[in-house]
């Protein structure tokens, strides 16, 4: 396993995965943040004072994290930061699936959002775990950080 987690072309692979889901998520907020705020509402797990300001901030936090990611710059702190927003949004999911909700998981926007459900539960879960494995052992291959070094 240690082998597998320690090729740096399967890391690079992973990052560049991890960042562009981000940045596609995060764009796509971006451009429908009422959509994304009702998204947000929908979980009603979150004051209603609080939703605009996450609807603006979360999309722009996945967008700067993703692009950083995707040039190797703090790939550790960046995964972090991502694979922290993934466990927010696994946890928020099971919530949701547990008090019976029917709801557009918000993940893309509503454009492209499905609706929550164990398969949810599950991509998401994939990505935390590959966020984990960048934590861990980061990715320098490609990396801007290698250049400037």
Known sequence: MSKIIS??????VFRVFLAYIFL?????????PADFALAISNYRLIPIQ???LLALMIPWIE???GLLLLFGISVKENSFILTTLLGIFII???ISLIRGL?????CFGTKSGAQIGFMKVLENTG???IGII?????????????ITN
């Open 134 to 146: 960048l934590i861990i052992s980061g990715s320098e291959k490609f990396s801007l950080n290698t």
């Open 92 to 94: 928020a999911i099971i």
């Open 7 to 12: 090729n740096q072309y399967l890391l690079f």
């Open 102 to 106: 029917d709801i557009s998981c918000g």
């Open 50 to 52: 609080f939703v605009n």
């Open 63 to 65: 967008v700067v994290a």
């Open 24 to 32: 596609y998520a995060g764009i796509q907020k971006i451009t429908g």
């Open 127 to 129: 990505l935390f775990l």
